[in-house]
């Protein structure tokens, strides 16, 4: 896709996903701002990118009110990735906070420069739906307001309905894009990063792989490049202005397959056995719902974007798993 070259705002950018798009946008020859506190992104992410003549790297963070006071007035984009993801139990407080202060600031920021803000949203939001695969106009049904795990969704939840809000009241255009279950380099190697990387961390280290509940519960796991693919595309599009996107990939695989798939991709076999743990914590007393089944429909990316996931999931893992091992040997080589 050739396009001018535009001055983009990205936040979270040393994170997973931010990282992979920093690279695809100074690749195509756009102008960069980042911003990051790194208290869950890595500099090691964008180390490549610092020193680029079109990347501006400031460490920052997104609740901090200079983003609306001393930051930059001539923007064409804004893609906002910072969040707070909740794990399985605890920070709901946090989360909450984040998610919703962080993408008012970044709203404003955007209100007041009249640019297109692309936002990070998340399949969460479908909840515990019946209805599949998941359309981005279908029904977004949430669980007991007792599971904490269902915070990091309704705050997800809100910034699309305040996205939009402010699209409707300010007149600056808006996309949002509901991610399935990205992964691949500079993926986050705990629980954050997806169970992908907890078992890849377990494979390398010969520990216990631990999965919740059956391990019968479906996702859909999409390879960066092709979730890059997709923000892209929806960044410098003016047909998404307006629109809420899937970006996954449509290939379903339980959890329980997803530990063998990986064992079998490993070059050096391990024997770690795999754990099947509960889902409520009974010593704390913490209930947990799960989602059994998320497949999105991906149709409307691919009439309106032009883009469909490519990378096949077995392909897709055995270059995760290669870079992960890497990452590791690398961090212990400088121990």
Not at 13 to 21: D, I, K, Y
Not at 29 to 40: F, K
Not at 51 to 66: P, Q, R, S, V
Request: hydrophobic letters at 40%; one cysteine or more; charged letters at 25%.
């Amino acid at each position: 896709m050739t396009t001018t070259p535009k001055k983009i705002l990205v936040t979270g950018v040393a994170g997973f996903l931010g990282s992979n798009l920093l690279e695809k946008l100074l690749k195509e020859g756009h102008y960069v701002v980042g911003i990051d506190n790194l208290s869950m992104g890595r500099i090691e992410n964008i180390q490549s990118c610092i020193g680029h003549k079109n990347f501006l790297f400031l460490e920052e963070d997104i609740l901090d009110n200079f983003i609306i006071r001393d930051m930059d007035d001539d923007f064409d984009i804004i893609v906002h990735l910072a969040a707070f993801k909740i794990p399985r139990y605890g920070n709901a407080v946090d989360t909450l906070k984040i998610n919703s202060k962080g993408t008012e600031n970044m709203l404003n920021l955007a209100r007041a420069q009249k640019c297109k803000f692309v936002l990070a949203s998340t399949s969460d939001v479908y909840g515990m739906s019946p209805d599949l695969p998941f359309v981005e106009d279908g029904n977004c049904v949430i669980g007991d307001s007792k599971v904490s795990r269902w915070s990091y969704a309704v705050s997800k939840l809100f910034d699309e309905h305040l996205a939009l809000a402010y699209m409707e009241d300010y007149d600056f255009p808006v996309v949002l894009l509901r991610f399935f279950g990205s992964y691949g380099p500079n993926q986050h190697l705990s629980w954050w990063g997806g169970p992908q990387s907890v078992f890849i961390d377990c494979i390398l280290n010969d520990k216990k792989i631990p999965i919740h509940g059956d391990g019968q519960q479906t996702r859909t796991f999409t390879y960066v490049a092709d979730t890059i693919e997709g923000m892209y595309a929806a960044a410098m599009k003016p047909e998404a202005n307006g629109e809420i996107f899937n970006i996954g990939a449509n290939e379903e695989i339980t959890i329980l397959e997803l530990a063998h798939m990986l064992k079998e991709i490993s070059d050096e076999p391990s024997d770690c056995p795999i754990e099947l743990i509960p889902y409520n914590d009974i010593s704390s007393g913490r209930k947990y719902q799960d989602v059994m089944r998320r497949v999105p429909d991906t149709t409307k990316a691919e009439k309106i974007l032009g883009v469909k996931a490519k990378t096949p999931l077995r392909e897709g893992l055995r270059l995760t798993f290669e870079w992960q091992k890497r990452n590791t040997l690398k961090k212990i080589s400088t121990v």
